[in-house]
């Protein structure tokens, strides 16, 4: 049974495009993401004035909720429709990674002694990659909002001490990266190893009830990263804070 389970910390190279190394978390993510833009664009072809039904329905019940939160967090329904194309994309791509992992036999399939998949949040270089887009992006829409000079009285003023403030605040900004990836990265990977050691030692239903907890901890994580994105990106562009 031991010898079925196969655990790495870092993406396995699949292939090879000249010097270009394809690992199973790219193929992965690539996968995923054709699969929810085909699925978007099939629910938005759905999608009537009037409420709709099945998966068309769950995804026009999603996007309201996700307005109604955003418009509770940036104040106006017109902000939020600014903002909810970056921060649903975030939202969903994360999402549909976290649960796409929990398929049965995605880590059975193998080319070789390397998995073909691998969750792409179970990737820190891609974890990584979330959290510099979510750093930067609040960065550009703050410029975007104040402006260069707005968005460097966030940080700077005339009074020296407000100043070392300033610094602090950009130190605790740029620890979000690490803070952002290591915490969407430690547990998807940790739920990762939890599967793949329950699956080998009780492979028909010891995974059973850990997958449903899987769910539900895939969903809140994309929720967390995007929920903090989004408050992140609030106060950022906030112009009442910016100047006060």
């Known amino acids: 049974m031991a010898a079925e389970m196969h655990v790495s910390l870092a993406p396995e190279p699949i292939a090879h495009i000249g010097s270009f190394v394809i690992t199973n978390s790219m193929l992965t993510a690539v996968i995923t993401t054709i699969l929810l833009a085909s699925g978007m664009i099939i629910a938005s072809r759905q999608i009537k004035l009037h409420p709709a039904g099945g998966f068309a329905g769950a995804i026009e019940a999603l996007i309201e909720t996700l307005l109604d939160q955003m418009e509770q967090v940036f104040g106006s329904r017109q902000r939020a429709l600014y903002?909810?194309?970056f921060l649903a994309t975030l939202f969903l791509f994360i999402l549909s990674n976290n649960w796409f992992a929990l398929l049965p036999g995605f880590n059975t399939i193998h080319l070789g002694d390397v998995p073909l998949f691998?969750?792409?949040t179970a990737d820190l270089s891609a974890t990584i990659a979330l959290a510099?887009?979510?750093v930067v992006l609040t960065q550009v829409y703050a410029i975007r909002e104040l402006g260069v000079m707005g968005n460097l009285r966030r940080y700077f003023s005339s009074n020296p001490a407000m100043n070392i403030l300033g610094?602090?605040?950009?130190i605790l900004e740029s620890t979000r990266v690490i803070s952002f990836s290591f915490r969407l990265f430690g547990n998807i990977f940790a739920g990762?190893?939890?599967l793949i050691v329950i699956?080998?030692?009780?492979?028909?239903?010891?995974?059973?009830p850990f997958w449903?907890?899987?769910?539900?901890?895939?969903?809140?994580?994309?929720?967390?990263?995007?929920?903090l994105t989004m408050v992140f990106i609030a106060m950022s562009t906030d112009k009442e804070a910016a100047h006060h």
């Not at 610094?167 to 950009?170: A, F, H, K, L, N």
């Open 167 to 170: 610094v602090q605040e950009i």
């Open 192 to 194: 990762e190893v939890l």
């Open 199 to 208: 699956s080998a030692l009780l492979p028909i239903l010891g995974p059973t």
């Open 118 to 120: 691998r969750a792409v």
């Open 83 to 85: 903002y909810f194309p």
């Open 212 to 227: 449903g907890l899987e769910i539900f901890v895939g969903f809140i994580q994309a929720l967390v990263f995007t929920m």
């Open 132 to 134: 510099l887009v979510s």
